[in-house]
């Protein structure tokens, strides 16, 4: 069964605003990942953020996680036509686990 | 794609046939996996390794088989394809978990595989 479910399965706006996706989880996790799919490409890793953090940037990327909601969310900002692409939550469930649950994603397209 | 390749990157195949993909990597990492991507269900794990010739299921894992005899090559193998198994088929590797690394999965480009 699908550990992440992510809202909104679509988003669309226009070049510049900022988009943001949420993810959310049924059980306890040591770790939540966030993956970026181009199409017709492999998922590329863009941030993972620690249960016992709350919140963490990379470049235009800030992730939260609160941990008492089982969620997450993936905000970009001042987003880009190169942005477009399906975002994608992954949690592990433990430490060393070495095995992720995606969630099914969310297709983000943005109109220039 | 951070030195993983996969083979074939498409394959047209009919119903009973076997099927064998292929996927190679270069990084010496100690886990590999294999995942189909469908709509509607995001990514689902077949089968993972965690070394030469260890293996595990993953959450779908019926009617697939896989063998790791080096570090490099994981093989997914459809015994009989279905037109169920229409679909594409990531390889991903991972580095053994430590006190300074994480469990990020590293993604090959693909195979699109469909059963006729």
């Known amino acids: 069964s699908q550990q992440g479910e992510e809202d909104p399965q679509a988003l669309s706006i226009q070049e510049g605003e900022n988009a943001t996706m949420n993810c959310s989880y049924k059980t306890s996790i040591n770790n939540l990942q966030w993956y970026r799919q181009n199409s017709g490409r492999g998922l590329v890793h863009l941030i993972l953020i620690r249960s016992n953090e709350r919140e963490k940037h990379s470049g235009r990327l800030r992730v939260t996680l609160d941990t008492s909601k089982k969620s997450s969310s993936l905000l970009i900002t001042a987003s880009r036509a190169a942005d477009t692409a399906s975002y994608f939550c992954?949690?592990?469930?433990?430490?060393?686990?070495?095995?992720?649950?995606f969630g099914q994603g969310t297709r983000l397209t943005i109109n220039p | 794609d951070a030195g993983i390749t996969q083979s074939p990157r498409h394959k047209v195949t009919e119903t009973g046939t076997p099927v064998t993909l292929r996927c190679h990597q270069t990084?010496?990492?100690?886990?590999m996996y294999w995942y189909r991507q469908d709509p509607g269900h995001g990514l689902r794990l077949i089968h993972y390794?965690?070394?030469?010739?260890?293996?595990d299921k993953g959450e779908v894992s019926d009617g697939y088989s896989v063998s790791r005899s080096k570090t490099e090559d994981f093989l997914l193998t459809l015994e009989s394809a279905t037109s169920s198994q229409t679909s594409v088929y990531f390889c991903a590797i991972s580095e053994s978990w430590t006190s300074s690394s994480t469990d990020t999965q590293y993604f090959g480009p693909g195979t699109r595989l469909t059963v006729l």
């Open positions: 390794s965690y070394g030469v010739k260890d293996t």
């Open positions: 990084e010496n990492h100690r886990y």
């Open positions: 992954a949690t592990s469930a433990r430490q060393g686990a070495q095995k992720l649950v």
